[in-house]
Every structure is written in structure tokens, then in C-alpha cells.
């Protein structure tokens, strides 16, 4: 018996010797599968025994240090140059439109001003993005939380597209005084982002499909339309900023792939998400989830 329990014993002592030599890599480990963009602030705690094990702790901490640092410069320089440009191109384009009506009489000199003036009105659309998605990244969006009735929102919107696009097929089911707590005009901006994208690559007389429905604690907006199949590597990179499907019906269609990425952003700052559901021979799909207000 007494082989037996000494190496039950030594046994035992190796396993408690294992742990405490592994507890830094599950620390390490654990650090960097938290990390995010949100996140960089984090850092290993630090043990006390000089050894490689120390030394590599505080490599990993220093190259965090690092990344943090040239996050903050890329995230403010995004910031401040689409805070700079935002007052001369509004002055730009109040300068054109000025331009415009004192220019009614010459048909050709107008419609150079208004090309001109339309393309100022897309910069400015850029920038604003732009500025938005630097205020997520550092997690400073700023949110002018209200109760929003999220159905007249949606309906609003397929009003929109009905008017829009006429040629288009739109089927809705909107379930009535669905109530979110949200940023009203950031919200909107969604809804327009995915709305315009399912006009833009969808085929000649297409449909749009349209359902906004609730699920326990959640409310679920779908929005799906006809079109090309978006690809398994496409649908990886679809909310990446600057990303843009390829192909050539997407080349033809003007945008810089700020639009998904802007739009999940915003949704998660809602606590929300924002997902590509599907895309397949008939349908391609985008599922959007919000806290809901419960009626007492």
C-alpha cells in the first residue's frame, strides 16, 4: 500500500507544481482572447518570479502598450480630420448652391454645379461616417436614447422604397407599436443603410421583403431582397470598413463600403446585432435584433 499512496502523493505534487507553472500561459491566454478594439486597455498581471515566463508577460504587456498607443493616434486622426473637413465642405456647398441659382439662365453651367454640388453631398456623407465610426471605436458614440416606435420607423421606410424604386416587388409584415429605447436618427440611419442596399443590388424588377416581428425580449427586423449570391468570402469580409462585394454589377454602383460597417456599429451600440443571414439563389437576408421595451 505504501507504493501506491507514495505515488498517489507525487502524483498529486506534480499536479499542483503543473498548475502553478501554467497559471501565467492561461492568464496570458485568457488577456488576449478578451482583446479587442473596446478592449486594448488590458493587461497580464505580473508574477513575481524572475523567469521567461515573467519575461514574456512583460513583452506581451509592452506590445499592448504599443498597439493601444497607435490605436488612439489612427482613431483621433480619423476623428479630427472628418471633424476638419466637415466646416469646408459645408461652405463648399453653400457656395454651389449659390453658384446654381444664379446660374439658371446657362442649362450647361448648371448641371455642372449640381454634379458638383451632388459629389460635395457624398464627401459629406463620408465624413460623417467616418466620424461616427471613430467615435464607436473608442467607444464614444454618443446616443440620444428615446423611446422610438420602431414599426412607423420601418413603415416609414417602406414608403420610402415604394417611392423609390417603383419597379421593385415589396412585401411587408410590420407588427404594430413595436418600442425600442434608441437613438432615433442613428437608428434611422440603419434602416436606410439596408434599405438602400437592397434597392441597389437588387435585380430588374425585384423584390424586397420586409418583416418586423418580435421574439421574447428582442425585437427582430428582417430585410431581404433578390439578387447576385454573395459568396462564402464575400459574406466573411461584408461588414469590413472599405469592403465591397465583388463583381461586376457591384463596380457599377457607386459607395466606399462604409454602409454595413457604419450600421453594425451603431447596432451594437444598441446592444443589438446586426448579421447576414442568408444569401442563397433567391434571397439574400440581413437579420437585425434590439432590446425591446416591454408594455407593462
Not at 80 to 105: F, K, M, R, S, Y
Not at 245 to 260: A, E, M, N, P, Q
Not at 263 to 271: F, G, L, N
Amino acid at each position: 500500500m505504501s507504493i501506491p499512496v507514495a505515488l498517489f502523493f507525487w502524483g498529486f505534487a506534480g499536479w499542483l507544481i503543473a498548475q502553478r507553472l501554467l497559471k501565467p500561459i492561461h492568464l496570458i491566454c485568457q488577456t488576449a482572447e478578451n482583446i479587442t478594439v473596446r478592449g486594448l486597455d488590458q493587461r497580464i498581471s505580473n508574477i513575481d518570479t524572475e523567469n521567461e515566463l515573467s519575461r514574456l508577460i512583460n513583452v506581451f504587456n509592452c506590445m499592448l502598450d504599443r498597439l493601444e498607443k497607435s490605436f488612439n493616434q489612427a482613431s483621433r486622426f480619423t476623428a479630427d480630420a472628418a471633424h476638419e473637413l466637415q466646416t469646408p465642405l459645408t461652405i463648399l456647398q453653400g457656395v454651389l448652391d449659390d453658384a446654381i441659382q444664379q446660374a439658371i439662365q446657362d442649362q450647361q453651367e448648371t448641371q455642372l454645379l449640381v454634379t458638383l454640388s451632388d459629389e460635395v453631398q457624398r464627401l459629406k456623407a463620408i465624413v460623417r461616417k467616418l466620424l461616427i465610426l471613430a467615435q464607436a471605436d473608442v467607444g464614444q458614440l454618443q446616443l440620444r436614447l428615446e423611446q422610438v416606435n420602431f414599426s412607423e420607423l420601418v413603415s416609414l421606410t417602406i414608403e420610402d422604397i415604394l417611392l423609390i424604386a417603383p419597379h421593385l416587388t415589396v412585401q411587408h409584415h410590420v407588427k404594430p407599436n413595436i418600442m425600442v429605447m434608441a437613438d432615433y436618427d442613428l437608428l434611422n440611419q440603419v434602416i436606410q443603410n439596408l434599405s438602400t442596399n437592397a434597392i441597389k443590388y437588387n435585380t430588374e424588377n425585384g423584390t424586397i421583403v420586409m418583416n418586423l416581428t418580435i421574439d421574447n425580449s428582442d425585437a427582430i427586423f428582417s430585410i431581404s431582397n433578390t439578387g447576385v449570391i454573395i459568396s462564402k468570402e464575400d459574406q466573411d469580409n461584408i461588414f469590413n470598413r472599405f469592403y465591397r462585394v465583388d463583381g461586376s454589377h457591384s463596380k457599377r454602383i457607386h459607395g466606399v463600403g462604409l454602409g454595413l460597417s457604419l450600421a453594425r456599429e451603431i447596432v451594437i451600440a444598441h446592444r443589438g446585432s446586426l448579421t447576414l443571414s442568408q444569401s442563397s439563389d433567391e434571397f439574400t437576408t440581413f437579420l437585425l435584433k434590439l432590446p425591446r421595451i416591454i408594455p407593462d
